[in-house]
């Protein structure tokens, strides 16, 4: 059975960090590109970022609000994905998703982490 | 970036319709255009991926459609189990952007 399980969401001042954890089983993890989406209170889904497999050389991209804050990596030795989080402001306020899948969709989802971002 | 708008941005609708949901994109995107279903409390759910391709699971009455700019989502009769926020999103370049969403409700 697949399982994806985010931790690490807090509450946190603005200009603080954060790291956000995501412990998967069930798949073939390390085969596997691993993305972070995030939705803010009462908004639509926003992609945050993704990395590659190590086969695919682990490269990274990310939205444009979240470049040069966050760091996306992984552990394949953990199954576990990472997200680091710096400078964080009120607009970084949202229920944080780690997500993947084997096609161009992403068909496994954990149930979200969540950042508020506040004074 | 590639943009992406949905229309319409919600709907009414009752059990046994046939619904439909369009995206359009910025530019074109071949076929690289996934739709989700996503419930309030719940992780999103991949119904459909390469615009057309139901993902393993997920009932024949959903289907998709489309390619280059727009695409199409349709439900052939609604079951109460449908209602629900409906995104779709490109996978052609990063960032990999979602549309605005449709919320489909009675």
């Known amino acids: 059975e697949v399982q994806m399980v985010e931790s690490g969401g807090d509450l946190v001042k603005p200009g603080g960090s954060l790291r956000l954890s995501c412990a998967a089983s069930?798949?073939?993890?390390?085969?596997?590109?691993m993305t972070w989406v995030r939705q803010p209170p009462g908004k639509g889904l926003e992609w945050v970022a993704r990395?590659?497999?190590?086969?695919?050389?682990?490269?990274?991209d990310y939205a444009a609000p979240v470049k040069d804050r966050f760091t996306i990596f992984r552990d394949d030795s953990k199954n576990t994905l990472y997200l680091e989080m710096n400078s964080l402001n009120t607009e970084d306020t949202a229920l944080y998703y780690c997500?993947?899948?084997?096609?161009?969709?992403?068909?496994?989802w954990g149930q979200g982490t969540l950042v508020t971002v506040s004074s | 970036d590639i943009q992406m708008t949905q229309s319409p941005s919600s709907l009414s609708a009752s059990v046994g319709d046939r619904v439909t949901i369009t995206c359009r994109t910025s530019?074109?995107?071949?076929?690289?255009l996934n739709w989700y279903q996503h419930k309030p409390g719940k992780a999103p759910k991949l119904l459909i991926y390469?615009?057309?391709s139901l993902q393993s699971g997920v009932p024949s009455r959903f289907s998709g459609s489309g390619s280059g700019t727009d695409f199409t989502l349709t439900l052939s009769s609604l079951q109460p189990e449908d209602f629900a926020t409906y995104f779709c999103?490109?996978?052609?370049?990063?960032?990999?952007?979602f549309g605005p969403g449709t919320n489909v409700d009675i």
């Open positions: 069930g798949f073939a993890f390390s085969s596997l590109w």
């Open positions: 530019q074109s995107i071949n076929n690289y």
């Open positions: 997500t993947t899948g084997r096609n161009n969709g992403y068909e496994y």
């Open positions: 999103q490109q996978s052609y370049n990063t960032p990999l952007t």
């Open positions: 990395i590659k497999s190590k086969t695919h050389g682990e490269t990274t």
């Open positions: 390469d615009a057309s």
